[in-house]
């Protein structure tokens, strides 16, 4: 299946990117993508990573489908 | 009623409390944060913050639904500001309208506090040499490789 990745802040400059596609296989869940992207970009290991889909906050265990928009949120700073 | 919104401009506090005036209110009490230019005597010249605005925007509507159920405010208004905020500018307003002190109190503080863990916005300090992400826990996160991390308590 072929996800969406939006990247935001200390995690879009690891990345060097706020949007990507990534391929995962079937089954996959979040930390499955999150692993996947840390394999490429080290780095991500050292920032605490949140996640979002559909808008909403979900565990690394959340199981993704095809399509979906994983938004991975670092620790937010607002206000 | 309450509303959220997200802005590149200065934020006009007068006119947010124009807005939410209405009759029968006794108190209406109204949080600001604003930008402060050093950190631990780094002086920071340059400060931003960048938002995942729908995600913001649903998580406020659920935060709105936790004031409601706690405090009973009839007004509350939450702005904050995007981009690039000069030192001594607000980078929140929070207005919280009621009958009575006690309620708009409760709900102008409860709703900082919770913006302060869920909201999906970010902040980066823009030093004269380097730059850092700051979390609401105090942590300063770099991510370029010329920058120190830095720790240390807002």
């Excluded at chain 1, 990573?49 to 265990?61: M, N, Q, S, T």
């Excluded at chain 2, 209406?28 to 920071?44: L, P």
């Excluded at chain 2, 500018?89 to 409860?110: K, Q, T, V």
């Amino acid at each position: 299946m072929k996800i969406q990745i939006k990247a935001f802040a200390a995690i879009r400059e690891v990345l060097g990117a706020s949007e990507l596609e990534l391929e995962l296989v079937e089954g996959a869940r979040v930390q499955d993508a999150l692993e996947a992207l840390s394999a490429e970009h080290p780095a991500l290991r050292e920032i605490p990573c949140g996640f979002g889909i559909a808008h909403e906050y979900v565990g690394p265990d959340h199981p993704l489908k095809d399509e979906d928009e994983l938004a991975l949120l670092p620790p937010v700073g607002g206000g | 009623m309450a509303e959220f919104r997200l802005t590149d401009e200065a934020i006009d506090v007068p006119a947010l409390r124009r807005e939410i005036e209405l009759s029968g209110q006794g108190a209406i009490v109204t949080f600001e944060g604003v930008v402060r230019d050093t950190f631990e005597g780094r002086r920071v010249v340059r400060l931003e913050y960048e938002a995942y605005p729908p995600m913001a925007t649903k998580q406020m509507d659920r935060l709105f639904c936790e004031v409601e159920e706690r405090f009973g405010v009839e007004r509350l208004l939450v702005v904050h500001r995007l981009g690039l905020v000069p030192e001594g500018e607000a980078a929140i307003a929070i207005l919280a309208a009621s009958p009575h002190r006690r309620e708009a109190f409760g709900a102008a503080a409860y709703t900082i506090d919770r913006i302060k863990e869920i909201l999906p916005v970010w902040k980066k300090e823009h030093y004269e040499d380097g730059e850092v992400w700051v979390e609401s826990s105090g942590v300063r996160r770099a991510t370029g490789p010329g920058d120190a991390p830095l720790d240390g308590a807002d």
